[in-house]
């Protein structure tokens, strides 16, 4: 479950990324919906995996309180993602949101290799 978690994490952030880079009526418009719609599928995945790797993470004794605990900070981000993508190009470009949860999701795939198997 390690691999496929930091694995979607991260081409999901870098699908991200690419998006932001691409011009919105360039010439590359099909590829950035193509990326768009891959990197959705990626997070997408990466919804679900935690809730089975982190029941299977800890001890029985603690397992309520860290499923609940990370579906907490899951109910945050969801929370926030509408705030960024509104209001966070009127203050910057447009490519802005792309770039921050890109980086984000690119972090987060980066240290879940650090998790115990």
């Known amino acids: 479950r390690?691999?496929?978690l930091s694995c979607s994490l991260l081409l999901s952030g870098i699908a991200?990324?690419?998006v932001g880079s691409l011009d919105k009526n360039g010439s590359?418009?099909?590829?950035?919906?193509?990326?768009?719609?891959g990197g959705k599928f990626f997070a997408s995945?990466?919804?679900?995996?935690?809730?089975?790797?982190?029941?299977?993470?800890?001890?029985?004794i603690m397992?309520?309180?860290?499923?609940g605990s990370c579906s907490l900070m899951a109910r945050i981000g969801g929370i926030a993602a509408p705030y960024v993508a509104l209001y966070l190009p009127a203050v910057t470009n447009a490519s802005a949101?792309?770039?921050?949860?890109?980086?984000?999701?690119?972090f987060g795939?980066?240290?879940s290799l650090n998790l115990p198997e």
């Open 2 to 4: 390690k691999p496929l």
């Open 16 to 18: 991200c990324i690419l």
């Open 28 to 37: 590359y418009s099909l590829l950035r919906q193509a990326l768009a719609l």
């Open 45 to 60: 995945g990466t919804l679900a995996i935690p809730y089975m790797y982190t029941s299977e993470l800890y001890p029985t």
């Open 63 to 67: 397992r309520n309180t860290a499923v």
């Open 97 to 106: 949101p792309y770039f921050l949860m890109g980086g984000v999701s690119i």
């Open 109 to 111: 795939g980066i240290l």
